[in-house]
């Protein structure tokens, strides 16, 4: 039931942190990166280069996922809103 992952070049990648399975803990993050895929080789082998340190090196595309940068904008307008206490009219007498 393993899903065929298709990649190609200049794609941005997370890849799947294997030692976390020794370690137990709820928070630690299973997939780290941003990487870049640099060459698909065939039958499964990926060339993948870090964001960061530039480093490069191939992985089974197994372990990779696709990630998903986000589509907001980095500047969007933002409505300021006063928190004030509200003034209210006082109550008419008949």
């Not at 890849?15 to 039958?43: E, Q």
Request: proline share 6%; glycine share 6%; hydrophobic share 40%.
């Amino acid at each position: 039931m393993i899903s065929r992952k298709e990649f190609s070049i200049g794609q941005k990648v997370l890849l799947f942190n294997s030692w976390l399975k020794i370690m137990a803990g709820k928070l630690w993050s299973k997939w780290i990166g941003t990487f870049v895929v640099t060459n698909v080789f065939p039958y499964g082998a990926v060339e993948i280069k870090s964001a960061g340190t530039d480093k490069v090196f191939k992985v089974n595309r197994q372990r990779l996922k696709l990630f998903h940068e986000s589509l907001i904008p980095e500047e969007e307008i933002v409505e300021e809103l006063s928190l004030e206490e509200p003034s209210y009219p006082s109550p008419a007498t008949p």
